[in-house]
């Protein structure tokens, strides 16, 4: 299992991924003066493992996941009139949930690979990813995080758009 923070998702900030004993398993670290959003996650060594950078000329929201340098996988954000939906081009995974509670489940056909939900942790409220054993975590971790982004800059644009009236 992981933890995410909530709310630490600023693609300025660095933060920490931690385990089920509250022990830092990855940093995260975003760039802020970038064309197009860039995340960074490194290893308890200081190892970058997972690279995730936007596609910033494209009509849905698409993210490229590199893990250990190879690209594995893109996030892209369909069209969909009333639901979020996503689809994980480079694997045979699918998501569904509700997204914006951070209640949702990613499957490798019928099997469950990881569930996303909204938990209490004993350093405040987070996000709990319950990964497979056996499902590869780095690519879990950035398919969350690259879902994550989307509805950050969904937010961010309902925001400005509310702002604007």
């Known amino acids: 299992m992981l933890y995410i923070k909530q709310k630490v998702f600023s693609w300025g900030d660095k933060f920490t991924v931690k385990d089920e004993l509250g022990t830092d398993k990855y940093s995260v670290q975003g760039e802020v003066f970038s064309w197009g959003k860039k995340l960074h ?6 190892t970058e493992v997972v690279f ?22 893109e996030i892209v954000k369909q069209y969909t009139f009333f639901k979020q939906a996503y689809a994980v081009n480079g694997t045979s ?40 054993e056996t499902v590869n975590e780095k690519l879990a971790l950035a398919v969350v995080l690259a879902i994550d982004a989307v509805l950050e800059m969904s937010r961010n644009n309902a925001n400005s758009s509310s702002n604007n009236r």
């Open 41 to 46: 996650v490194y290893d308890e060594h200081g």
């Open 52 to 73: 995730i950078q936007q596609k910033v000329f494209s009509f849905l929201p698409k993210f490229f996941i590199y893990v250990d340098g190879q690209q594995v996988a």
């Open 93 to 132: 995974w699918t998501v569904e949930g509700d997204f914006w509670a951070h209640n949702y489940r990613i499957f490798d056909g019928e099997t469950p690979v990881c569930s996303i939900t909204k938990t209490y942790f004993s350093w405040g409220d987070s996000y709990q990813l319950d990964i497979r």
